[in-house]
């Protein structure tokens, strides 16, 4: 993917290996340009002129990218050169269909006798400097990804308070569109399971690398298949309860199908062995299906999936508009602007992928879908290079994760799986979302250093900033 | 490590793929099917974009549907002057519930998205202009629609009128009517209530019952079977009956197979009690008559008369959706007897009530009726006359004069004398259908349905009309249907024949 522009600007001790950084700055600068230009063309569909606002995007797209740029510059110069302008070309993207959206409720409310108070784009471009603000913060803190070993435990913690809080509060305070994923307080609503996320992948990658070698003791051989010891699953069990409790309580295959996968996947990693994976599958098929047959709710749920039209007017709505619309949209789509994505519930923050289909077409949405793929796939990559188990683990755990979440959104807008209350990466109107994936965005470009980093090139000025850092050799324990 | 993670790789591969194969077939195979369901509001908003065009009646000019510039989004209000005396024929474009009448059969036009305005908008994307939907011309008149509109009042029913000579619905009324400017203003909150109003109401008004409901037809069907005899030859090929000719007709009949008595109205003896003339016999309304005749003549014959009047159990279309018309299953003699005075399992519409006469008064040949005499592009330019044409001869001339004078002396001194109209012939039958539910002595609890249908001038004639008061009736009395429902049909054909200066 990257171009062959070589930084002449990096420091003397890296002549032998290019850092990549000008081609960051160049894809950033594109990407603010093309997200200029879509804004540009909505105001142009609508309104037949152009407003300030095509400027203000494309200017606070290139402010974050630039911004976080220079930040990793500066402390992680070998960092994949990708992945930010993918990061900060969604984040632009979205901020003009959310923008495209406040335009088409405001109409919508007006045709309806009413006004529309909303200024979700407003309040995005907020939470997008809040986010740089924690890219920032992270990038900074975490000089060395091997320190959040040490802090594995106390993240478990707060990463299970947080998935699990919303279960646990009356549904008031966290229940928005039948998923309770959400803890809503004095006019605040953020949505944990973005943030425990992070902080599960975190302390799972930490505690499966400490454990694999105990992990990969096989017990008996069944059919050809080595299985684990009944001793060892343990933390499987633990997971598969904790992901069958957010399905049941909170009404959300998504959620549940992300922690279990992602736990599923980084245990196969951790320990090479297929029998996990085939005993979580298991585990959890028989899961949904206990669930699917002794709580209404769920059961509720699967069938508005699969019979959406017949919901038509109440459970189905949402997900019927979001099939009209994708639709109507086809191959090439009405055009930035030209749609009726507004038509579709809460399309800002669940539905903005179909808002995407609608007005940009099969094209368009595939090509958005390539940028995430290009994403991911950067990450896998850094997985692949990096040469600590931890970061290994780490990188695996967060590219899959981010790709099963896009996965879990883009097959609920569609009709693929039922539909769920989560959000689509950097896309997505919605606080707590964005400030979690530039968290993401961080450590993956701080992994990524560590993986492009000159096994020569001593650890720069880690030891001196963050102290000194266990080293923690591929399977010592 | 590596080689589990290249394997996860590839599964989030597939998994994508997965996303983006369920998109082609969402956006793309099946995507033209989620644009064009009913429930999505997509396309019609972008009509509401457009100026819909207008409906117009044929001959005054008169704009019965028009859509005005607003200051709100939605840019185009529909609106419809006089909307219940219309409503059966422009019926509504509703932002939420869709379209019906002539809103729905001529959307293509009236929205500018049928083919034949390709060109049009081609040019209009190119000069910058609005593009604008196309008019369409119906064949209603005004003054005889307003004249079926007021003479019906408050009471439950339909009139449909007719030019018998081409088949031009001039009049369609339904009463109770609804309004559609309210089902297709802007207001979602005022469109939701309309629509909720609309249909709890017990007299649902927005069954369309000139072209959509379907009724017992009673003594009307009495014309079909006399064309059925006066049809009929013998051995050698002389006609079986004429209009002098005396049937059966006495004080009562017991029906083949069952001990059911069939009796006149009120009991009362036609004739001599024994037989009657089929003149007579009509003018009076006679059942036992009528329902020995129709035994006498066979089910295929009374099947097949039927047919030839439109009677043929299919749905057709003027455009706006007519039901289909039947005359049942007629299993047996008894069910032949009953059916032969328009009971048992005989069913027609308003419009085809107008059909009988309309047959009769046009010498035999009943012409295709039609609601649209013209659509046109936004520049007014013709995009397509309707010519009359025929859909069936239903018996030649000379057995539509004998008919004529039956359905003449009907008006003259018969059951359908509220029908004359001073120095113009009249020709018409009355009805008094009994309909649903009975008591256990076999007698209706509601009061029957009031008919007449008509035509005048009887000598060349210009409008054949067909009026149901819905329960107008007094059972037991044949002349209450005709006193009922005759003077709306004199009042719709005088109105008409006036507008066009026949005196």
């Known amino acids: 993917m990257s171009t062959a522009v070589r930084s002449r600007s990096a420091g003397r001790s890296d002549r032998r290996l290019p850092t990549r950084r000008s081609t960051e700055l160049l894809y950033v600068v594109m990407a603010a340009i093309i997200v200029g230009c879509a804004e540009a063309i909505v105001e142009i569909t609508r309104d037949n002129k152009v407003s300030s606002h095509v400027a203000t995007y494309a200017a606070v797209t290139l402010a974050i990218g630039v911004i976080a740029h220079i930040a990793i510059r500066r402390t992680a110069r070998y960092a994949d050169p990708l992945m930010l302008p993918c990061a900060v070309f969604l984040v632009g993207l979205g901020l003009v269909m959310i923008h495209r959206l406040d335009l088409g409720l405001a109409q919508q409310a007006s045709e309806q006798g009413g006004t529309y108070a909303g200024v979700a784009a407003a309040s995005q471009v907020v939470w997008a400097f809040i986010g740089l603000v924690v890219f920032l913060t992270v990038l900074l803190v975490v000089r060395d990804h091997r320190v959040l070993q040490r802090y594995a435990y106390t993240l478990a913690l707060i990463g299970l ?317 | 490590m590596n080689r589990p993670i290249r394997r996860v790789t590839i599964f989030m591969g597939i998994l994508l793929l997965a996303v983006v194969i369920n998109l082609n077939w969402v956006q793309v195979v099946h995507g033209p099917a989620y644009r064009d369901n009913a429930a999505n509001q997509r396309v019609q908003l972008d009509e509401y974009k457009r100026q819909r065009g207008l409906i117009a009646l044929s001959g005054s000019g008169t704009q019965i549907a028009e859509s005005v510039a607003t200051t709100d989004a939605l840019a185009y209000l529909r609106k419809y002057a006089n909307g219940p005396l219309y409503a059966p024929i422009t019926g509504f474009n509703s932002l939420y519930y869709g379209q019906s009448g002539i809103e729905s059969a001529e959307d293509p036009v009236l929205s500018g998205s049928d083919d034949r305005l390709f060109v049009q908008r081609i040019t209009n994307l190119i000069t910058g202009r609005d593009p604008r939907g196309g008019n369409v011309i119906v064949t209603i008149n005004k003054q005889a629609q307003t004249a079926a509109y007021q003479a019906m009042g408050n009471r439950r029913g339909a009139v449909v009128a007719m030019d018998p000579k081409t088949g031009a619905i001039l009049a369609a009324v339904s009463t109770p009517s609804f309004d559609p400017n309210a089902l297709s203003s802007h207001s979602a909150e005022g469109i939701k209530k309309a629509w909720a109003a609309d249909n709890a109401d ?127 299953p007629i299993q047996d003699q008894a069910a032949l007897a009953q059916s032969s005075i328009g009971q048992r399992d005989v069913r027609i519409t308003p419009l085809q009530g107008a059909m009988i006469a309309a047959a009769v008064a046009n010498g035999g040949d009943l012409m295709t009726p039609y609601l649209v005499s013209e659509e046109q592009g936004p520049n007014l330019a013709t995009l397509s006359h309707t010519d009359p044409t025929q859909l069936h001869q239903v018996m030649d001339s000379g057995q539509a004069a004998e008919l004529t004078q039956m359905m003449e002396d009907v008006v003259n001194n018969g059951t359908g004398t509220a029908a004359q109209i001073p120095g113009i012939k009249v020709a018409g039958k009355t009805g008094t259908a009994d309909n649903g539910p009975q008591r256990a002595d076999g007698s209706y609890i509601n009061a029957p349905h009031a008919w007449f249908s008509g035509f005048a001038p009887a000598d060349n004639p210009r409008i054949a009309v067909a009026v149901i008061i819905e329960n107008g009736g007094v059972a037991g009395n044949e002349t209450t249907g005709g006193l009922a429902a005759a003077p709306v049909a004199k009042q719709v054909m005088q109105a008409y024949l006036d507008s066009i200066g026949v005196k």
């Open chain 1, 161 to 477: 308070f947080l998935l699990l809080m919303p279960a646990v509060l009356p549904a008031r305070f966290s229940e928005v569109n039948g998923a309770r994923i959400w803890i809503r307080v004095a006019g605040f609503s953020i949505q944990p399971g973005e943030i425990s996320k992070i902080c599960l992948t975190i302390f799972a990658a930490a505690y499966l690398v400490s454990k694999r070698d105990v992990l990969s003791l096989a017990g008996r051989r069944v059919l050809g298949v080595d299985l684990p010891r009944g001793r060892d699953l343990g933390p499987l069990l633990l997971a598969w309860l904790v992901s069958i409790g957010v399905l049941v309580r909170d009404h959300d295959l998504g959620t549940s199908l992300m922690f279990f996968g992602l736990f599923v996947v980084l245990l196969y990693v951790a320990t090479e062995r297929v029998s996990w994976v085939i005993i979580g599958v298991l585990l959890f098929i028989g899961g949904c299906y206990i669930s699917y047959q002794f709580f209404g709710t769920v059961k509720e749920r699967v069938n508005v999936w699969l019979h959406v039209f017949a919901y038509l007017q109440d459970q189905g709505y949402q997900m019927s508009q979001s099939l009209f619309g994708l639709g109507t949209g086809g191959l090439f789509g009405a055009g930035l602007g030209g749609g009726r994505p507004e038509l579709v519930p809460v399309a800002k923050s669940d539905f903005i992928l179909s808002s995407f289909g609608e007005e940009l077409g099969l094209f368009g949405l595939v090509a958005i879908l390539a940028v995430y793929v290009i994403f991911i796939s950067r990450g896998f990559a850094t997985s692949l290079a990096v040469r600590d188990s931890f970061g290994k683990m780490l990188v695996t755990g967060m590219a899959f994760s981010f790709g099963l979440q896009l996965f879990v959104v883009a097959g609920g807008v569609s009709r693929l799986l039922p539909e769920t209350g989560l959000t689509t990466p950097f896309l997505s109107y919605g606080g707590s979302s964005l400030v979690a994936n530039f968290g993401l965005l961080a450590l993956l470009i701080r992994v990524s250093d560590a993986a492009r980093r000159p096994p020569t090139t001593p650890p720069s000025e880690v030891t001196t900033d963050s102290g000194p850092v266990p080293i923690t050799v591929d399977g010592a324990q």
């Open chain 2, 202 to 328: 017990p007299d649902q008004p927005m069954l369309n019952r000139a072209f959509d409901q379907t009724y017992p037809p009673g003594s009307v069907f009495k014309v079909v079977v006399s064309a059925a005899a006066l049809k009929k030859t013998k051995a050698d090929g002389k006609p079986a009956y004429t209009p002098a000719s005396r049937i059966p007709a006495v004080n009562s009949l017991t029906l083949p197979g069952t001990t059911t008595q069939l009796r006149n109205f009120d009991g009362e003896q036609c004739a001599d009690g024994k037989t009657d003339t089929l003149d007579h016999a009509l003018t009076i309304s006679c059942n036992t008559a009528f329902a020995q005749l129709g035994m006498t003549l066979g089910t295929e014959a009374i099947r097949d008369e039927a047919a030839l009047f439109g009677i043929d159990d299919s749905d057709s279309s003027v455009p706006v959706r007519v039901a289909g018309s039947t005359v049942g």
